[in-house]
């Protein structure tokens, strides 16, 4: 099993000031999921009821000079603390910045090792970044878990092919920072919140407490995927009403999620997405939100980036 | 007011207001603990709020009509609602956005007497509430402030300066005494608790400080810290960073009256406060009184 590559500085850039700031928000320990062709960290896919995120990466996207091996189909995954490599990421760039001189001197190798700690009988994993400066080298190891089996990465791979159902309606939120805004504050009033989304692109988002009912309903969103013409005579109703409306049409679905987990998908913000979209799932079974990132200096979907979470959705009725 | 044929229907009270967050500020100001009932009082002059603590401490804000850029009245006599202190600021500050002045409409009762909030700046966007109110409990509110003398007892102190004092009275906890006596014109407060600490106000040493100064009498009242603190205890960064004075009276038996303005302008585009702004708008203040009942009858 071996993994060796060189971070390129638009790699290094993508990791340090956008991904790995909204992964950490995500939840301390992700997978890693290296394959021949991609890099993907992986939220909560095998294990709990979070929120799942999953970053995919083509390997050009962060990397040059990339070889892997290992006998299950040259795929290797392991978990990892995301503060931990941030911090080695902001490191090895500290150190490029301060001493780097000419195109091969700032190279920052990452590599899979073993290695025996003080005070340890067994060697333990290690994700190991090798950064040259003009006088020095600087090496830090990151600790990782034990590789996942062969069964562990199977697993991992067939809950990542379950993730990426379309929800059959997506509706684009031109302001992610205003709906941030607004239910970091909705978290003081409860901790339930509906969301309902329909076809003629509205998104209604609200808590109902036995003393407060708030909520907010954003209209005239740009949909894909499935779309119906908003029925005119719904202009003037209430937005409970006009989700009501349309949930018994057939045009809305909606479900509950927890207001933390909400929160925490829109600190994916921090990774600087062009787009964001939200839908629901086929039978209501998660709330998805997809964040898209163009090419830069174009509105051309970079195709090597990518990034989505799934919201579990809890059962009103087991609460 | 205007007569038509829904008036009977009309709701007690529709009204609009451009700044969210000067009145979050000004029900801010008396939030002292985390579960607190609050009565609110309509009239044709505006809302009051009023809140009160184990028959020793009081609070109102009155929100004016002139705060609001809407306000429609319509109701017989002084409607009354009980509403939670605590949900009604979070809400409200659900509509906030900032730096971005945000338009809301507030109406009283709703269809189940709840009392209703929506955004109404935009149509693609709409944030509402919906909070549900309670009948308020029958108790007298038995803070009648009346003065002590023929002259008024007052004294004006900077916010800021206050608030320290109440900070720093802390250490000493338990019970406060504010002495005040007109020659030398000084106010003094007095902790004796964990240790002792005094504070004096000297009306002539610190003009920058103590701006007025009525007093014909010594007189010397003990407070109990846990209430006097909460005049100060959450004063929003508005009122410390205008800075304009906080008006202190004692009145007959001790009773405390403390009064502070709380700028309640619409938000400038920046988070910086706009002095001129708030000069412009005389108007645009909300009123907070606090009445603290002394702890024994005059000491001296």
Redesign the interface.
Known sequence: MKFKAFLTEHGVGLLEKRFLPALDKMGKICHLFLTRDHAIFLHNLLNGDGVQCIAQFRKQALFDDYRISSQNEDRIAFAIDVSLLLRAVRSSVSICTEFGNGPTANRLQIKLVKKLPLNCTQPMPFLTFETKGYKSAVVQDVPISKPLSRAEVLELQTALDLAQDLPPTLVQVPDLS?LQ??VE??K??GDLLNVSISKYGDLHVQIST???????????LLVIGEQAEAPSDDRNL??QTRSERAISRGDAQRVQVSVKHFSRSLQCHLAKPDCTFYGIALQGSCLTVIFQFFIPGTHQTDKSISLHCRLPVLDPGSN | MTSSAVEAEAPDLVCQLDSVHGMVDALSAVRWKRHQDAVVELSEHGLVVILEDTGCLQAKVYLQRELFVRYEYNAEGRPRFGV?LG?FV??L??FS??GRSSTIEIQYPGPDMQLLLKSVDS??????????TRIPDTISWDYHFEPAGSTPLTFTVKSAALKEAMDDLEWPGSSIEIIVQPDPPCVTFKGEGHGDLQIDFTYYVNTDLVLAFHCDHQVSYRYKYKFLRAITSNLPSSVIKDNRGSKLSIGRGGMLKVQHLVSVARAAASHTHNDSASHQQPSRIAYIEFFVKSVVDEVN
């Open positions: 205003h805004n607004f504050r909705m003081h009033v036995t003393l407060i009912t708030l909520g907010a309903e954003f209209r005239k209430s937005a | 939670s949900l979070d809400c500050n659900s956005v900032p149509h693609d966007v709409c944030i509402y509430a919906e909070i549900r």
